[in-house]
C-alpha cells in the first residue's frame, strides 16, 4: 500500500522473491527463448527435423554448422592475442607506465590464469548459436586437501613438521628403539614416529568460467546487452554437495538439502546437446557426489526495509536459504553476433542461416529421392502374365538377375520411367548458398585465394575483396569486442585490485616485474585492439611497408629536418613484427641501437634502465645475502640444538660415571674401617683374626 512503512524481509520472504523471479525470469525452461536456442542447436547438430516419410531421403544439410564454423578461426584468431587485446587507457601522463603494466597483468589473468581458449571457444560458439554467450568472472578462494605421509621422524622432525600451518596430524603411529649414544657405547631410548598429515592449501585466484545458456536467467526489465541493468539476473545450476562444501558451508545444512530426482525432465537446450553417448544413468551411491539444485540470485531488492534496493547476493536451494550477503555487482558478461535495440537477447548467426538449411535439405532430399526412382523404378505388371516366380524376380534387384513371366514380357511388364529432374535443383542450391553467404560473410571462395593468385591482384582490388569477405566477421568481432570482452577486462581489473592484495611478481613481456594491485587506481576507460584477422594482416603489412619505404627514403635525405627518426622506424618495426604474429619484438629490434642514431631521449632511457638494473642487481645480491644468512642462521640452531642435546647426553654420562666412582670410594672406606676394627679386636684378645692388619 502506498505510504506504508517498509520494514526488513524475513528469510522466508527473500527465499519466495528469489523463486518468483526465476520462475517469471527469460530463458526459464518451457519459454520462448528457451524453445528458439534448442531449435538453433537442433539445426547445428544436423538433427531430423521430426516430419521425415519412412523410406525417402532424410538427409539434413550443415548450413548452420558450416557457417558458423567457418567463422569460428578468424574470431578465435582474432580474440587470441593476450599481446594487445586490452589496453586500460592512463589518466595522465604519470599514469602510462601503470596503465601499460595493468593491461599486461589483467591479460596475464585471463590467458595464463584461466583456460583462455577454451572460455572463448565456448563463449563464441554460445553466442553464435544460441543468442548470446555468458562467462562469469569471480574470486576463487577454495581449499586443495592433500595427504602426506612420513615414516620414522624424529621428535626434532616431527615439531618442525608440526610447525606448519598447512598440516594437521590425522593418523600418528609412535615407537621407541635403541640407538648408540654419544660415546657409541652405551645405548639410549630414540622415539620414532609414522606421521600421515592432511595439508589444507588455501589459494585464491580470480576464474572466468563459461554460463551455459540453458543455466542464464534474467528478468525482463532488461533492455541492453548489459545485464547490470537489469532488476535480476540469476544462475541456476546442479552441483554436488561436496562443491558445496568446498565453497564453505555448513555441511549440516548441505546434507539436508533434496537432491535432484534421479528420473528428471531435461530442460529443452540440455536434451538438444545431447546424443546417444550422453544417454546413461547415474551410478554412483556416494552422498558426497549426489546432485543439488541450487539458484544464484543477484536481485535489487529492499531487505533491510530502509526504503531503497540494494544488490544482494542469494544462494538457496529449494527453500532453504544457504547465503544473503550484499555485493556491488553482478558477475556476468554477455556477447552476442547481433544485438537487438531495447533488447538483452540478440540474434544469432544461426537464426539467420536456419531457413537456408530447411530449404536446402528439403532440395537435397528431392534430388536424392528423383535420383532413387531413376534407378530404380516402380513396376507395372499384368496380372495373368505374372508366373509364380514373377513377384520375387522383380524385387530381385542384382545385377544381371533373372526375371520370369508366364506370358511374353512385352505384355505382361512395363516399368514406370520417372523423368530425371534433379538437374534443376542445382540452380536453387547454388542461390541459398549465396543467401547464406550474403547473411553470414561466411565464403570459401574469398578464402581459397593462392600466393600465386594475390600476387597478380592489385593492390586496391585484393584490399577491396578481402574487406568484403572480413567486413560481417569482423564486425561480429567488433561488438563482442566492445560489450562483453570489454566489461569482463574492466571486472578483472577490479577483481584484482580487491582481492590481490599481496605484491606477487610475475612475468610480463618476457621479464619478470613486481605487480601489486591494490596499489593500483579504479580504471573507467578502456580500449580493446582486437587482433586482425589474415586478409586484415595481408592489408596491414601492406600500408606498414609503404609507411617503410617512405621512412627509408626520407632517413637517406637525413630525416628531412626530423620528420623521421630512428624512434619512428623502430616503431613501424615492432609493428611489422607484431603484425607477423611475432613475441617480443625486441628479440629482432633494438630501440636504443636503430641504425646507430640514438636521440637523447634514447640516451636518457638507457641510463635510467642501466640504473635500474643495477639497482635491481644490488637488490638482488641483498636478498641473495639474506637468504644465505637466514641459511646459515637455521644451520647454526641445529646444530646449537644437536650440541646442546650431546651436552646433555654427555653430562648425564659423567653424572653416573662420578656417582658409581663416589660409590666405590664410600665401599672402600666401609672396609677400611672393618678392617681396623679387626684389628683391634685381635690385639685386644690376643687371638688371630682372618682380615686384620697384623
Known amino acids: ?114 583456460p583462455a581458449f577454451i572460455i572463448l571457444f565456448t563463449w563464441l560458439i554460445d553466442a553464435l548459436v544460441m543468442k548470446n554467450g555468458i562467462v562469469k568472472a569471480y574470486p576463487d578462494e577454495s581449499e586443495e586437501v592433500s595427504q602426506e605421509s612420513y615414516k620414522n621422524l624424529t621428535e626434532m622432525q616431527l615439531q618442525q ?16 628403539i635403541a640407538a648408540p649414544g654419544p660415546d657409541g657405547v652405551t645405548m639410549m631410548e630414540v622415539r620414532l614416529y609414522n606421521v600421515t598429515f592432511r595439508r589444507v592449501k588455501a589459494y585464491a585466484c580470480i576464474r572466468v568460467a563459461n554460463v551455459p545458456p540453458d543455466e542464464y536467467r534474467i528478468s525482463s526489465d532488461a533492455k541492453s546487452l548489459d545485464p547490470a541493468s537489469a532488476r535480476f539476473v540469476g544462475h541456476e545450476r546442479e552441483v554436488t554437495r561436496s562443491e558445496l562444501l568446498a565453497m564453505g558451508l555448513d555441511k549440516a545444512k548441505v546434507m539436508s538439502l533434496p537432491a535432484v530426482s534421479a528420473v528428471k525432465t531435461d530442460s529443452p537446450e540440455a536434451s538438444a546437446r545431447k546424443d546417444q553417448s550422453d544417454d546413461t544413468q547415474e551410478t554412483s551411491t556416494d552422498p558426497s557426489q549426489e546432485l543439488v539444485c541450487v539458484q544464484e540470485a543477484y536481485l535489487k531488492v529492499d531487505y533491510d526495509g530502509d526504503g531503497r534496493s540494494e544488490l544482494r547476493r542469494v544462494l538457496k536451494s529449494g527453500d532453504i536459504l544457504l547465503e544473503n550477503d550484499i555485493c556491488d555487482r553482478q558477475p556476468f558478461h554477455v556477447i552476442t553476433p547481433q544485438p537487438l535495440p531495447h533488447k538483452h537477447f540478440g540474434r544469432a548467426t544461426a537464426e539467420k542461416v536456419m531457413p537456408v538449411q530447411r530449404v536446402t535439405s528439403e532440395l537435397v532430399r528431392l534430388t536424392h529421392n528423383n535420383l532413387y526412382r531413376t534407378g530404380r523404378p516402380s513396376h507395372g505388371v499384368w496380372e495373368q502374365g505374372i508366373g509364380e516366380n514373377t513377384l520375387d524376380d522383380l524385387l530381385t534387384d542384382r545385377i544381371g538377375s533373372i526375371k520370369r513371366f508366364a506370358r511374353p514380357m512385352n505384355e505382361s511388364y512395363a516399368p514406370f520411367t520417372v523423368p530425371f529432374t534433379a538437374a534443376s535443383s542445382f540452380q536453387m542450391l547454388e542461390y541459398w548458398a549465396k543467401t547464406a553467404r550474403d547473411r553470414t560473410g561466411v565464403s570459401s571462395d574469398s578464402q581459397a585465394l593462392s600466393p600465386d593468385a594475390l600476387k597478380n591482384i592489385q593492390v586496391g582490388v585484393m584490399s577491396r575483396v578481402l574487406d568484403i569477405a572480413q567486413a560481417k566477421i569482423e564486425m561480429v568481432a567488433r561488438i563482442c569486442a566492445e560489450t562483453g570482452v570489454k566489461s569482463l577486462f574492466l571486472h578483472l581489473h577490479e577483481l584484482a585490485q580487491k582481492f590481490q592484495n599481496q605484491k606477487s611478481i610475475v612475468q610480463l613481456r618476457g621479464e619478470w616485474v613486481p605487480v601489486n594491485p591494490s596499489e593500483w587506481r579504479t580504471r573507467r576507460n578502456v580500449t580493446v585492439s582486437i587482433g586482425l584477422g589474415l586478409a586484415s594482416r595481408e592489408q596491414k603489412l601492406l600500408h606498414l611497408e609503404a609507411v617503410w619505404g617512405k621512412q627509408m627514403a626520407l632517413l637517406e635525405k637525413g630525416g628531412a629536418n626530423g620528420v623521421v627518426t630512428a624512434e619512428n622506424v623502430y616503431n613501424t618495426a615492432v609493428e611489422i613484427a607484431k603484425n607477423g604474429g611475432l613475441t617480443g619484438p625486441s628479440k629482432y629490434f633494438t630501440r636504443a641501437q636503430m641504425l646507430g642514431v640514438p636521440t637523447s631521449e634514447q640516451e636518457a632511457l638507457q641510463r635510467q634502465q642501466q640504473q635500474l638494473q643495477a639497482r635491481e642487481q644490488q637488490l638482488d645480491a641483498q636478498r641473495q645475502a639474506n637468504e644465505r644468512a637466514k641459511i646459515e642462521l637455521r644451520a647454526r640452531e641445529q646444530m646449537f640444538e644437536m650440541r646442546t642435546k650431546i651436552a646433555k647426553l654427555e653430562l648425564e654420562a659423567k653424572d653416573q660415571r662420578d656417582k658409581s666412582e663416589q660409590a666405590m670410594r664410600d665401599d672402600r672406606i666401609e672396609l677400611e674401617k672393618l678392617r681396623n676394627q679387626l684389628t683391634e679386636l685381635e690385639l685386644k684378645y690376643g687371638q688371630d683374626v682372618p682380615g686384620a692388619k697384623v
Not at 597483468?105 to 590464469?113: A, G, T
Not at 613438521?161 to 621407541?176: G, H, N, P, T, Y
Open 1 to 114: 500500500m502506498a505510504g506504508q512503512a517498509a520494514k526488513k524481509m524475513t528469510d522466508e520472504e527473500l527465499v519466495a522473491q528469489v523463486k518468483n523471479e526465476f520462475d517469471a525470469a527469460m530463458g526459464a525452461p518451457g519459454g520462448t527463448i528457451a524453445a528458439e536456442r534448442a531449435l538453433a542447436l537442433d539445426y547445428y547438430m544436423q538433427k531430423l527435423f521430426g516430419d521425415e516419410t519412412e523410406g525417402e531421403s532424410k538427409i539434413v544439410t550443415s548450413d548452420v554448422e558450416d557457417a558458423v564454423d567457418g567463422m569460428m578461426p578468424s574470431l578465435l584468431r582474432i580474440f587470441c592475442t593476450p599481446d594487445n587485446l586490452v589496453s586500460f587507457d592512463p589518466v595522465g601522463e604519470e599514469d602510462v607506465k601503470a596503465a601499460a603494466q595493468e593491461s599486461d597483468y589483467v591479460s596475464y589473468i585471463f590467458f595464463k590464469e584461466n
Open 161 to 176: 613438521l608440526l610447525m606448519d600451518d598447512e598440516l594437521e596430524a590425522v593418523e600418528m603411529d609412535e615407537r621407541a
